[in-house]
């Protein structure tokens, strides 16, 4: 096998908010990828605007670097691909690794390794893709570099990494400073025997294999991701494992059903920092997109017209969770400027999402303006209906369900490794909320500062609404991770909320006078002035039970004179609930109705007459 000694194709995985993208912005600036003078953001990669609203990657993206050694001047072009850390967006991380020959590991110097560090180091391990690891934020007060070191290993030795894998070098790194060390530093202080990130990228070129390739083998370029151009159309992101490609060439193109039809390369882009930029050709190991193919799908593979061979199809792990996505059935339908309600158009949106993120499976249901859409977890399916919704579609989404299956004859449901760092005294508190939710305490830590960490195995379905009840009672203290665990036999009915809800019997507008007398039931959802219609959900009531409620009654006028005719009605402020709130919020009989304009909980079936009958038989 020959190899490419100039280039380097690597992945940065890690855990939420370890620093992955921070550490790219980082290795941008240092390899000159800026122009001197130009305003730069910070976190650079993610450029979707709910990646930089909720502080998270959701779609793995590449760039490349051109490091110039100031030791020996020589040059190295290092093909970076960002992927995301949170599990649910795992099909993300999986396609990246196909990309790439080595991966970067980072991990916090306080931390340590968490589930979704777990998890990405698993699919990295499996594609037998050599490590180094990063001790990110080392100059955190509260960092512990010895112990997180040692949990590292402790990980790999649990993952079945053999004796290469283990054998890893490590780097000490502040991300947010542009400084890396192979020297240990003292907890909470930056490395002093550097200045920049050389020793990272001395150790990425010396561990990291060069691309392989067979001298004079055919083409054979495998679609990983997908792109569009408002210029050229659809792109396809590949990478060249064999062979060459030129811009103008016809190529052979190997679908998922195995045809195979004859196509043109309109145009070759190749990335420079992080701009795509036209290209006469490529070889083996680039990364590069090309344009010409508008029906061109994840997975499939360009070769050489006269020596067609297809690359493996990309698989990804099953999904865990799924929701009913329908179309606008309230009647405030399409009150919103230029808003999307039809079933076609929705379809359509939907099919379009399956073309570029291979974690999400939609569905046919029983009637025929809703369908079934599965993912990974709830925050993949939140991001959809909210894009969509961004888009300017009017959607009604159903309560999140787990996807179960049935082994051996017996039915099993997806469980989830729960890793929860608390302060001790709210410890039992936690304990208790976990296990009413049929939760397995696996292991219990204690730091000594003050804060535990728990692992649990739970039911996914467990976890359906926790978030806000784990916020609750650790006063907004506790931090919470999940990760995919197994499948494991059905653990039993679960009553995972507490508390009923308030229901508008009326359409109407919600009165100020109404709501002073029905706040003493419950929190309310809604302000006064909110036009409300019957078996819209406008509060959550104390009590277990429902209760339709009229929020637009009026005060009554009157000559009569009285004492507290004039009191001031004080209404305590309504909780305001975010997308994710309101599904969480949502029992199997509620959903949720999504406009451009609002977010409104509701009965799936609205008038009460029909909601007591259905509950009678």
Known sequence: MSQRSDLRNIAIVAHVDHGKTTLVDAMLKQAGAFREGSTVNNRVMDSMDLEREKGITILAKNTAVHY????DGSEMTINIIDTPGHADFGGEVERGLTMVDGVVLLVDASEGPLPQTRFVLRKA???????????????????????????TYELFLDLDANEEQIDFPIIYACALDGIASLTEPENGQVPTDSDNLKPLFDTLIETIP??????GAPLQAHVTNLDASPFLGRLALCRIREGRIRKGQNVAWIQRDGTTQTVKISELLMTDGLERKSAEAASQGDIIA???????????????PENPQALPLITVDQPAVSMTIGTNTSPLVGRSKKSKVTARLV???????????????????????????????????AILVEQMRREGFELTVGKPQVVTREIDGTLHEPVE?????VPEEHM??????????????????????????MEWLIPARGLIGFRTEFLTVTRGTGIAHHVFEDYEPWAGQLRLRQSG?????????ATAYAMFNLQERGSMFVEPGTEVYEGMIIGENSRPDDMDVNICKEKKLTNMRSATADELERLVPPRRLSLEQALEFCRSDECVEITPDAVRMRKTVLPARDRNKKRGD
Do not use: C, F
Not at 130 to 147: A, C, F, H
Not at 210 to 215: I, L, M, R, S, V
């Open 125 to 151: 391990l499996a594609a037998k893709l050599p490590i180094v690891l990063v001790i990110n934020k080392v100059d955190r007060p509260d960092s512990r570099l010895k112990e997180v070191v040692d949990e």
């Open 347 to 381: 379809k359509d949106r939907l099919d379009k999402e399956i073309i570029g993120n291979v974690s999400i499976r939609i569905l046919p249901t029983e009637r025929p303006d809703a369908w079934e859409v599965q993912g990974r977890g709830e925050l993949a399916l």
């Open 290 to 304: 090309v344009a010409g193919i508008p029906e061109i799908m994840i997975g499939e593979t360009l070769a050489d």
């Open 501 to 509: 809800s308030l229901i508008a019997d009326r359409t109407g507008v």
């Open 417 to 421: 490794r729960l890793t929860v760092d």
């Open 210 to 215: 060069a691309p392989e390739y067979t001298e």
């Open 68 to 71: 110039a050694d100031p030791d």
């Open 428 to 453: 039992g508190a936690v304990t208790q909320l976990l296990g009413s939710r049929k939760g397995r305490n696996e292991q219990l830590v204690n730091h000594g500062t003050g804060w535990v960490r």
